[in-house]
């Protein structure tokens, strides 16, 4: 049986042994990594999955921001990763992790959320879109599609600026702010 615990119970080796199944080593160049850069994850939306004392899968939130060319300052929330053991994909642990991380973050009226992924699966499921992430630069490359927004009722993201690192003052207003 599967186990949701807080990320923070788990040891940062067996994390990174995970990403690396998941990702490969060379994952830490990636843009999203320079998204995450000098950030602690925010740990009441970081959650992990274990079953029988091993970690089979994971998902990761980042506080971030979109700064506008006026220096106006829009917090958000960077998902991911979402890491499943390669033996365990197709077992419905990352929709499982992403909707109970998603579950927390709407419940604590969270800041807007931005990830970096498919998008076909991410707004089928989950409710996130490219529609408001059109304008917005970041670190380093990424394919425009795939950068997504999800906003809940109300919200709203600048058109245009550039996304970085949020620093971790503060961290838990990026849940409930």
Not at 34 to 60: F, H, Q
Not at 104 to 131: K, N, V
Request: hydrophobic letters at 45%; one cysteine or more; glycine letters at 10%.
């Amino acid at each position: 049986m599967i186990q949701f615990v807080p990320i923070a119970s788990i040891p940062p080796a067996e994390i990174e042994h995970l990403l690396d199944l998941a990702f490969g080593s060379d994952r830490r160049g990636r843009t999203a990594y320079k998204l995450r850069e000098g950030t602690d994850p925010i740990a009441a939306l970081s959650l992990a999955a274990v079953e029988e004392g091993v970690l089979v899968g994971l998902v990761l939130c980042w506080p971030v921001q979109l700064a506008e060319a006026d220096g106006r300052l829009t917090p958000l929330i960077l998902v991911g990763p979402v890491a499943v053991r390669p033996e365990r994909q197709r077992d419905g642990i990352g929709r499982e992790l992403m909707l109970r991380m998603l579950e927390a973050a709407d419940a604590a009226a969270s800041d807007p959320m931005t990830l970096i992924g498919d998008a076909s699966y991410y707004e089928r499921f989950f409710g996130f879109s490219a529609q408001h992430t059109q304008g917005w630069a970041l670190p380093g490359p990424v394919e425009r599609h795939r950068l997504l927004a999800r906003l809940r009722p109300g919200q709203v993201l600048p058109e245009r600026g550039a996304l970085a690192p949020r620093p971790n003052v503060g961290l838990d207003a990026a849940v409930g702010s």
